[in-house]
């Protein structure tokens, strides 16, 4: 944690809330971790018929080598070990009851379990999309804003 600061308490604020990874980023992540919680059981493994005569019920099924899954850990695994780092500490965030001044503690905490493993890490944590969201909003910034931007 930073020692004393010779600022206001507001550019405390802000130093504690900056990332090195865009929101934008986490949004997108945000996105892909949503759409791979939305998987289900496979439920038809042998389905040798086209996917439009299914419904196209085999989108939403968790098979090995789903498009989604490739998604999301190719890109977090692109991603600058610092960007990592503020993606796990975000998930932390949003996931227990921290505060915005707790940002530089929880990210040196990620920092030091930082590994290679990063993205299987994030995948296999559950409700891995609201964790993030949660700790964007924690740190000042709204998922939904950012995503009407895009629109």
Not at 33 to 38: G, S
Not at 97 to 112: H, I, N
Not at 122 to 147: H, K, R, T
């Amino acid at each position: 944690m930073p020692a004393g600061s010779s600022g206001t308490d507001e550019s405390e604020g802000e130093d504690a809330a900056t990332l090195t990874i865009s929101p934008e980023k986490v949004c997108y992540v945000i996105i892909k971790a949503r759409e791979f919680d939305a998987k289900n059981d496979v439920t038809d493994p042998d389905s040798g018929s086209n996917p439009s005569d299914d419904g196209d019920a085999a989108i939403l099924e968790d098979h090995p080598d789903d498009s989604v899954l490739e998604e999301i850990t190719s890109f977090i695994d692109a991603l600058s070990h610092d960007e990592q780092i503020d993606l796990v500490a975000l998930a932390w965030l949003g996931r227990d009851d921290f505060d915005a001044d707790d940002w530089p503690g929880v990210r040196e905490d990620a920092a030091d379990a930082h590994n290679e493993r990063t993205a299987d890490y994030l995948i296999g944590m559950p409700l891995l999309g609201d964790f993030l969201e949660e700790g964007l909003a924690v740190l000042g910034y709204s998922p939904g804003d950012l995503e009407a931007e895009r629109l």
